[in-house]
């Protein structure tokens, strides 16, 4: 094999992997929290939080204000300035095995233009080890009364 065909080789094996996109994962236990910050280098007016892709049916939350809450989810949003970077702040409360999933935070610039700025991440939730050991020691305590004769 020449060089030239091995540089080749390399260039389309660069921009193959260059073209996939690693998504982040996040782990929670079930019945804890789990918050993830999106970065931004660009601020926006509409902010979303979804489950998969930001379409009819998977919007947890859609506001145009800086804090907004639906239930066990939340979103919170701190505009960056100059070199700092604007983060969109999500959380999913009292975390169930079915919060597992991709999600999604997205900012739309204005509401005329159709720009959206996505970031994605993995979440994975774990058996509660915490809440599965409290409930063996509950459900096999033993309660011992002692009395004072008076």
Same mark, same amino acid.
């Given at each position: 094999?020449?060089?030239?065909?091995?540089?080749?080789?390399?260039?389309?094996?660069?921009?193959?992997? !260059?073209?996939?996109?690693? *998504?982040?994962?996040?782990? #929670?236990?079930?019945?804890?929290?789990?918050? $993830?910050?999106? %970065?931004? +280098?660009?601020?926006?007016?509409?902010?979303?939080?979804?489950?998969?892709?930001?379409?009819?049916?998977?919007?947890?939350?859609?506001?145009?204000?800086?804090?907004?809450? !639906?239930?066990?989810?939340? *979103?919170?949003?701190?505009? #960056?300035?100059?070199?700092?970077?604007?983060? $969109?702040?999500? %959380?999913? +409360?009292?975390?169930?095995?079915?919060?597992?999933g991709?999600?999604r935070?997205?900012?739309?610039?204005?509401?005329?233009?159709?720009?959206s700025?996505?970031?994605?991440?993995?979440?994975?939730?774990?058996?509660?080890?915490?809440?599965?050991?409290?409930?063996?020691?509950?459900?096999?305590?033993?309660?011992?009364?002692?009395?004072?004769?008076?």
């Amino acid at each position: 094999m020449l060089w030239w065909d091995l540089r080749e080789q390399c260039t389309n094996e660069y921009l193959q992997a !260059s073209t996939e996109l690693i *998504i982040p994962i996040r782990t #929670g236990m079930e019945g804890g929290t789990i918050t $993830v910050g999106c %970065s931004f +280098t660009l601020s926006g007016s509409r902010k979303l939080f979804c489950k998969e892709k930001c379409e009819k049916g998977n919007i947890l939350i859609e506001t145009t204000d800086d804090s907004a809450q !639906s239930g066990r989810y939340s *979103i919170k949003y701190i505009e #960056g300035f100059f070199l700092i970077h604007t983060v $969109v702040y999500v %959380s999913i +409360t009292e975390l169930e095995k079915s919060d597992s999933g991709r999600y999604r935070c997205s900012l739309d610039r204005t509401p005329s233009d159709h720009l959206s700025l996505n970031w994605d991440f993995e979440v994975v939730v774990t058996e509660g080890e915490f809440l599965q050991k409290v409930t063996k020691t509950f459900m096999s305590l033993r309660i011992i009364c002692v009395f004072s004769l008076s």
